[in-house]
């Protein structure tokens, strides 16, 4: 008798143990994205930045259009309830920019999953962390962002 309350005990902790796991990795959610362009320059002092409104578009493109220059200005994208665009600074190893592979999302922290390469229209010396403007095509409002190499 002793010996099958203990077999029952450890199928039942086993099962516990299992439904644990799977609802941690549930919990994570992959974002699909658009990877709109790779900026040479700040546009944002912080390591990553949200923008949620249309003022904070606003003012990231006035900086776009300053240091650009030129007759033609990139149209300011519109800001909607089922998109979210950030700007992330990734840390560049030994490369001059990365690309973004994939983003999930766990409660509120955005893991950022980069490759490094090498850009041809970068200079090969630049080590200056790009600025890369990002759709996410969900709303998000993520509090931390970890970028994954």
Known sequence: MKIQFYF???LFLNCQSQTAKNNELSQKAEIQFEDNYHY???LTEKIFFVIDTQDKMDSIYSIIHAK?????LAPIPMITDEETFIIIKPVLKNSNDVSVETMTLNNETLYVKVKAFNNPNISQTN???P????KLLKKVSPKKIITQY
Do not use: K
């Open 40 to 42: 040479p320059y700040s």
């Open 8 to 10: 029952y005990l450890f």
């Open 68 to 72: 650009n220059g030129g007759r033609r």
């Open 131 to 134: 600025n890369i403007l990002l």
């Open 127 to 129: 080590r200056t962390s």
